[in-house]
Nanobody
Framework: QEELVESGGGWVQAGGSLRLSCAAS????????MAWFRRAPGNQREYVAG??????SCADLMEGRCTISRDNAKNTVYLQMSDVIVEDTAVYYC????????????????WGQGTQVTVSS
């Protein structure tokens, strides 16, 4: 059973920055699409960013405040967020799938347990 393990959530003040990590097996990390989603209280889960090998992108909703990157030696994908706002408060999930549209959450095969991010004003 493949596993994705997120870390790096917590409290951050508005205007600050944080970095989330998602560790995966080498097989998943090297061949799958890996993405970040989030779910704020009362909202549906939404796509934040995705990458596959050297291709990476952040969703428009992040308005340029997002960077997704990878560390091949650690089989880890990172989500860096800057100038965070209260609306970034959510549980952030890492997900992986072999193929498909990055932003389509319905066919992701593996999900992490989620990490809470809370932005205070």
């Amino acid at each position: 059973q493949e596993e994705l393990v997120e870390s790096g959530g917590g409290w951050v003040q508005a205007g600050g920055s944080l970095r989330l990590s998602c560790a995966a097996s080498e097989h998943i990390f090297s061949t799958y699409i890996m993405a970040w989603f989030r779910r704020a209280p009362g909202n549906q889960r939404e796509y934040v960013a995705g990458m596959r090998n050297l291709l990476a992108s952040c969703a428009d909703l992040m308005e340029g405040r997002c960077t997704i990157s990878r560390d091949n030696a650690k089989n880890t994908v990172y989500l860096q967020m800057s100038d965070v706002i209260v609306e970034d408060t959510a549980v952030y999930y890492c997900a992986a799938k072999k193929t498909g549209t990055w932003s389509n959450e319905n066919d992701y095969e593996f999900w992490g347990q989620g990490t809470q991010v809370t932005v205070s004003s």
